[in-house]
């Protein structure tokens, strides 16, 4: 096996664990996102495509409050794999995206109810944490 040392200092990324089975509920349609919310409450994408939803059906708040909700269970599970606070959460490795997502439907319910500084603040967290994320969700 071999390891990688971050030659920059910097921590190295940090990779969430697979979830396959709510990956394949979700891809398979098996189930809606709010239903696998209920069956895997920790499972970020899913957080993600509620706030999604109701963004763009004008439900502002709603968004804002599943985004927040997938936002703090990806940072809990950050935390249980080792992130510190900072470093790159890679966009390229799949289980990172639902807590990305998240992240970025806080930053963007937060700016329509006007929470300017809380906005500015995720917007940042993304691009620090994976300028390819930031690439593709900031649109």
């Known amino acids: 096996m071999t ?11 940090t990779h969430l664990p697979e979830n396959e089975e709510a990956y394949r ?8 996102p709010a239903e696998v919310v ?4 920790t499972f970020s994408l ?3 495509m ?7 059906a004008g439900r502002v708040v709603e968004s804002y409050a599943y985004a927040r909700t997938g936002y703090h269970r990806g940072l809990d599970a950050l935390r249980r794999a080792g992130w510190k606070g900072h470093g790159p959460i890679p966009w390229s490795h ?4 639902g807590f990305l997502r998240c992240l970025a439907a ?6 329509a109810i006007d929470e300017k ?13 994976s300028e390819e994320a930031y690439a593709e969700l900031r649109r």
């Open 3 to 13: 390891t990688h040392k971050n030659l920059l200092g910097g921590p190295d990324p």
């Open 25 to 32: 509920l979700l891809d398979d349609d098996a189930l809606a």
């Open 38 to 41: 209920a069956k895997y409450p």
């Open 46 to 48: 899913a957080w993600a």
């Open 50 to 56: 509620l706030a999604d939803e109701a963004f763009e």
């Open 94 to 97: 799949r289980p990172n995206r």
């Open 106 to 111: 806080l930053a963007r319910a937060a700016d």
């Open 117 to 129: 500084e809380e906005a500015d603040r995720c917007w940042q967290f993304l691009q620090d944490s």
